[in-house]
C-alpha cells in the first residue's frame, strides 16, 4: 500500500517538475533578449565544446544546445546517477541526442581532459561546494586557452515587494535573509554566492573578468503571460512549499527568525495563494512585484 502510494507520489512530482520547466520555458519565450544575453555574452557559435558541470537533469544543458543553431558538442557532468538518467531522457525527448552526451563525475575532478572546451559553464553548482575556487580551478583545467569559464548563480538581487501589504513584503525580506544565513551555518553552503563570482573566478587565475544579469521580473498580472500558466506556477510553488516546510523552518530558526514569524508567514502566504488561485480578477488585478535572477560572471584561460 505505502509502496504503492510512494510511487504515484512520485509520478506526480515527476509530473509537477516537467510542467514546471515548461512553464519557465514559456515564460522565457516572452522575454527573447534573455536568449540574446547568453549567446553573446557567453559567445555561443556552431561548432563550439561546451562542458556544464553540475549539469543535474540538464535544463540549462539544453537551453544552451537550442540556442546554437548548427552543430555543437556539449558534455553534461553531474554526481547525480538519477539526475543524469533523466537529463538522458529528457534530451531524448528533446532531439538532441546529437549535440549533447552526458557523464558522472565531479566539479572537483571532472573527468575530461585538459584544453578540451572553448566553454566550460555550470548553473546553480557552486552554491553548493564548500570551497568554489577549486571547482573553478578544475573547471579552467578542461578549458582551452583562450576559452571561457562562466558560472551562472543566484545573488543578493531578490526583492519582494507588496503595495496592499507592506508588512507581508517586509517579513519575506526578512525570512528570505535568515534562510540564507540559516543555511550557511547549517550547511556551509552560500546561496547568494552570485556577489562573490568575480573574486572567485580571479582567484582561480581566471582573466578579463565580465559581469551580466539575467533579471527575471515576476508579476503574476503581467499581460505576456497565461493565466492558466500564472496559476500552474502559483500550484506548484505553493506544493514546493508545504513539502519544504520542516527544513525550511530549520534553517530559517538557524538564521535567526522566530518561530512566530515563521508561522504567520505560512499562514499569510497560503492564503493569499489560494485567494489568487480562486479569484481570477484579483489575480489579473495584482500588482504584488517579485524580483529575482541570477548572476553571470566569465573569465578567460591565458
Ligand atoms: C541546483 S542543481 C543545478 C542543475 C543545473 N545546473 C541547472 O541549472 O538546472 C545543482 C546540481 O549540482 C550537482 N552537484 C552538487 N555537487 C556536485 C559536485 N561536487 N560535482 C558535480 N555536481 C555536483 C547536483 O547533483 C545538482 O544536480
Known amino acids: 500500500m505505502s509502496k504503492k502510494k510512494s510511487i504515484t507520489s512520485q509520478a506526480f512530482t515527476i509530473r509537477y517538475l516537467r510542467r514546471s520547466r515548461e512553464l519557465y520555458r514559456r515564460y522565457l519565450e516572452t522575454k527573447p533578449w534573455i536568449n540574446q544575453l547568453y549567446t553573446t555574452f557567453l559567445g555561443l557559435k556552431p561548432s563550439m565544446t561546451i562542458v556544464d558541470v553540475g549539469c543535474g537533469t540538464g535544463d540549462f544543458t539544453r537551453f544552451l544546445a537550442e540556442l546554437i ?11 547525480r546517477a538519477a539526475s543524469l538518467k533523466t537529463a538522458v531522457s529528457e534530451t531524448r525527448r528533446a532531439r538532441l541526442t546529437g549535440k549533447i552526451s552526458y557523464r558522472e563525475g565531479d566539479a572537483y575532478n571532472i573527468p575530461i581532459e585538459n584544453d578540451f572546451a572553448d566553454l566550460t559553464c555550470c548553473r546553480t553548482l557552486l552554491m553548493h561546494l564548500p570551497d568554489p575556487v577549486r571547482a573553478v580551478k578544475e573547471m579552467t583545467r578542461v578549458t582551452k586557452i583562450g576559452g571561457m569559464v562562466a558560472t551562472v548563480e543566484r545573488g543578493q538581487l531578490p526583492s519582494y515587494y507588496d503595495p496592499d501589504d507592506e508588512n507581508f513584503a517586509q517579513l519575506i525580506r526578512k525570512l528570505g535573509d535568515s534562510y540564507v544565513e540559516g543555511v550557511r551555518k547549517l550547511e556551509g553552503k552560500d546561496l547568494v554566492i552570485g556577489n562573490r563570482l568575480p573574486s572567485i573566478l580571479r582567484k582561480a587565475g581566471l582573466s578579463d573578468i565580465r559581469a551580466e544579469i539575467q533579471a527575471d521580473a515576476w508579476l503574476l498580472s503581467d499581460s505576456r503571460r497565461k493565466v492558466e500558466d500564472v496559476k500552474a506556477q502559483l500550484q506548484f510553488e505553493l506544493m514546493n512549499l508545504r513539502e519544504n516546510k520542516k527544513v525550511d523552518r530549520k534553517a530559517m530558526l538557524a538564521g535567526g527568525a522566530n518561530g ?7 499562514r499569510k502566504y497560503e492564503s493569499k495563494t489560494r485567494e489568487l488561485l480562486t479569484d481570477s480578477e484579483k489575480l489579473k488585478h495584482n500588482t504584488a512585484f517579485d524580483v529575482g535572477g541570477l548572476y553571470l560572471v566569465t573569465g578567460r584561460k591565458v
Open 260 to 266: 512566530e514569524q515563521i508561522d504567520q508567514f505560512y
Open 69 to 79: 543553431h548548427g552543430k555543437c558538442r556539449i558534455v553534461g557532468v553531474d554526481t
